[in-house]
């Protein structure tokens, strides 16, 4: 079965602390997508990355990462220098190759204190 | 507008009446997703819309729930004789066909029903 699981509900940091969001997926196939989205206060989600199960290089896109493991399952999501703009819900997600169904995490809610 | 447009925005209703909830895809998207996001969880898949084919209503919680869309444009769902449980923002999303895994979500209809 599919699942992922974001085990921190909610972190609170400092602005220009740097902090990662955590992210464990589950599934028994061997091709998968995975993403993350943001969801600020208006709610609307906005997609950051896609990364396919076949490439585990890091990227970085200015102040945010992405450490993608399989060994470990993971895809963590990192914001260098957080600024009070990244505050949102955080949400990780699974999706098998050849289907369209996402599987969501239950979100990691940032907040940047000024 | 470039993005998936949902109406109303906000919808509150009493229990045991019916809702239609509204998406507006972006144009040239071929498949249409349907999400429910209860209050701190994350999306769980309702519904699945790709040209004309068969939709995947594999998503949909009972019978209540239904959805409808004409060709590749607006898609209406439907929740008859509401219940307490089903208020949650009820999202949208649209991808490119050969593209499905990369979705685009619109901001949300939050229902409400008391």
């Known amino acids: 079965a599919q699942k992922v699981t974001q085990a921190q509900t909610e972190i609170s940091v400092v602005e220009k602390e740097d902090v990662t969001l955590d992210c464990v997926y589950e599934t028994r196939d061997t091709t998968y997508y995975l993403f993350w989205y943001k969801q600020p206060p208006s709610g609307e989600l906005v997609f950051l990355i896609r990364?396919?199960?076949?490439?585990?290089q890091n990227e970085i896109s200015g102040r945010y990462s992405w450490n993608f493991q399989k060994s470990t399952s993971s895809f963590n999501f990192t914001i260098t220098a957080s600024q009070v703009v990244d505050s949102a819900v955080y949400f990780c997600a699974l999706s098998d190759a050849g289907t369209y169904k996402y599987i969501f995490g239950t979100g990691t809610r940032l907040k940047v204190l000024a | 507008g470039a993005g998936v447009s949902q109406s109303p925005s906000n919808k509150v209703t009493e229990k045991g009446k019916d809702v239609e909830l509204r998406c507006d895809p972006i144009?040239?998207?071929?498949?249409l997703y349907w999400y429910r996001q209860r209050l701190g969880q994350g999306l769980e898949f309702l519904i699945y819309?790709?040209?004309?084919?068969?939709?995947?209503k594999s998503g949909l919680p009972s019978d209540r729930f239904s959805a409808e869309r004409t060709g590749e444009s607006v898609s209406t769902l439907t929740i008859q004789r509401t219940q307490q449980e089903d208020s949650a923002v009820y999202l949208c999303?649209?991808?490119?066909?050969?593209?499905?895994?990369?979705?685009?979500f619109g901001p949300g209809t939050r229902l409400t029903v008391t």
């Open positions: 819309f790709q040209g004309n084919s068969a939709p995947d």
């Open positions: 144009s040239g998207h071929t498949a």
């Open positions: 999303a649209s991808s490119h066909i050969d593209r499905t895994y990369e979705q685009y």
């Open positions: 990364r396919n199960s076949f490439d585990e």
